[in-house]
């Protein structure tokens, strides 16, 4: 009995001499240390990073300095946008035939690809057009000089362009229109200061294909003469329009022709009350945009 009492205290005093650690108070120590650290030495230590200075070669320089150095010299190779002395496809944007020249202040038009089919170079400071900057490029279809400040263009300048079939000479400063290609299906030229005698008495007449003619907001007197039977679009608002004839848009000595695919004349803005012409507009399937009283 003695012996078994013995053993029994034994086996109850050893635990207490030797007893297990809390689970849950090991691990509420350990999070208390690590929010101690994250919150005052590893704060401490990143602004003291932020703030310590770096050397490079032999100077000292910040660190904001540094990352300041290195992404300028990351933008050294992009090249500047407005250098006109880089190839044309580094300063414009060159996609499968189309060439894209907006809005980089270019003062002439680039050389081009010769496959080029489409330029587009509205929006920048282009003042003269001359006869060599299309004469090695046959392909071109679609050219757009809207928004420069063309006042000049030479003799010759579209005379190769057989295939262009739309051209937009918009907002710039013309005064007389260049001798136009013979395929062309649209014109723009509003927005110039173009006048009657700018425009030449057959200017239109051999352009069969011309379905789109716009000469709104300029300087002109009277509407072109000999149009051509495609027109379907024609615009003349705001110009200084006094007077129109039998003949301007219809035949005076036929009675039975009608212009069959004329589809909208806009003369609004213009010094001319159109009520007074009636015998203009009889062979029209609908009556001109404009002031009739």
């Known amino acids: 009995m003695e012996t ?99 809005e980089i202040d270019i003062e002439a038009v680039p050389p081009l690809p010769k496959e080029t089919a489409y330029l587009y170079a509205r929006f920048n400071k282009i003042k003269r057009i001359a006869a060599s900057d299309f004469a090695d490029i046959t392909t071109l279809r679609r050219i757009d000089f809207s928004g420069n400040r063309i006042e000049e263009i030479e003799d010759g300048a579209f005379s190769k362009l057989l295939l262009l079939e739309e051209l937009s000479l918009a907002e710039n400063r013309l005064v007389k229109l260049p001798v136009l290609p013979p395929k062309l299906t649209t014109f723009n030229a509003n927005q110039n200061r173009i006048k009657s005698r700018g425009i030449k008495a057959n200017a239109f007449k051999k352009l069969t294909n011309l379905a789109y003619l716009y000469l709104g907001h300029n300087a002109l007197e009277s509407v072109p003469l ?68």
């Not at 086996?11 to 509420?28: D, M």
């Open 226 to 293: 000999n149009l051509p039977e495609s027109l379907r679009i024609l615009h003349l608002q705001y110009n200084n329009i006094t007077t129109i004839t039998d003949d301007t848009f219809c035949k005076s000595n036929n009675t039975r022709y009608i212009r069959t695919r004329m589809d909208e004349i806009r003369m609004e803005g213009n010094p001319i009350v159109l009520a007074k012409h009636v015998n203009a507009f009889s062979c029209l399937r609908m009556l001109p945009v404009g002031t009739y009283y």
């Open 4 to 102: 078994l009492q013995a053993t029994f205290f034994l086996f109850v005093f050893v635990p207490l001499v030797n007893p297990a650690p809390p689970l849950k108070q090991e691990s509420l120590q350990f999070y208390e240390y690590d929010t101690a650290v994250s919150m005052g030495s590893l704060t401490q230590q990143d602004y003291e990073m932020q703030s310590k200075d770096i050397k490079k070669d032999g100077t000292n320089v910040s660190l904001d300095t540094t990352l300041m150095l290195q992404r300028d010299d990351s933008q050294l190779d992009v090249p500047p946008t407005k250098d006109t002395n880089l190839p044309t496809c580094l300063l414009c944007v060159c996609l499968s035939g189309s060439v894209y020249c907006e």
